[in-house]
């Protein structure tokens, strides 16, 4: 620093001195910061045990144990003592928790396999839907792009180790994800 520059910290007395602008700036970044980690409710939201809470509104259990997607849907339905909600296989229509989905499997799970979920276009060869009769969002950024590519033969939707849909055939054994809000 030359003799004409001045520097946004200086010390005086043995303290640091910090700007006003430069004040301002860390209490932007701290709020923005607080905001990114802060997901305080006015209702405490809790899962059921082994289910845990994505996006704040969904809980989530995810199964290694490898059974075809019949075998998924009854597993789902059978989990008992749930005083609130219903387990079933999963199923959401939200790009915000797919990515939480993603995030929460490949990185803090340590999977990186090919899961079932609760889709399917079975009734219809290219008409997909979920279990409980909404459509599932086709395209990016919900579908790989070269997905779906099984025709009549792979009907049954799974979430890809890539963190996209993708068909499989219902005879495929996989993993699976249950779901339920509580």
Not at 7 to 15: E, F, K, L, T, Y
Not at 97 to 126: A, K, P, R
Not at 144 to 170: S, T, W
Request: aromatic share 12%.
């Amino acid at each position: 620093m030359t003799d004409g520059e001045t520097n946004a910290i200086s010390v005086r007395s043995g303290r640091p001195r910090v700007s006003p602008a430069e004040t301002m700036k860390a209490i932007t970044l701290l709020a923005a910061a607080a905001a990114l980690i802060t997901t305080a409710s006015p209702t405490e939201v809790s899962c059921n045990a082994g289910f845990v809470l994505l996006n704040g509104n969904t809980c989530i259990q995810v199964f290694t144990s490898k059974v075809t997607w019949v075998e998924a849907v009854a597993a789902c339905a059978n989990i008992d003592n749930f005083l609130v909600g219903s387990p079933h296989l999963a199923y959401f229509n939200d790009c915000s928790f797919m990515t939480y989905l993603y995030d929460y499997i490949y990185y803090q799970q340590g999977l990186s396999e090919d899961l079932w979920l609760g889709g399917s276009d079975s009734n219809t060869e290219g008409a997909w839907e979920f279990l409980n009769g909404d459509p599932v969002p086709m395209g990016i950024p919900f579908w790989h792009p070269i997905q779906p590519d099984g025709d009549n033969i792979e009907n049954k939707l799974v979430f890809a180790h890539n963190g996209y849909f993708a068909d499989a055939h219902e005879d495929d054994k996989l993993g699976y994800i249950c779901q339920y809000t509580p």
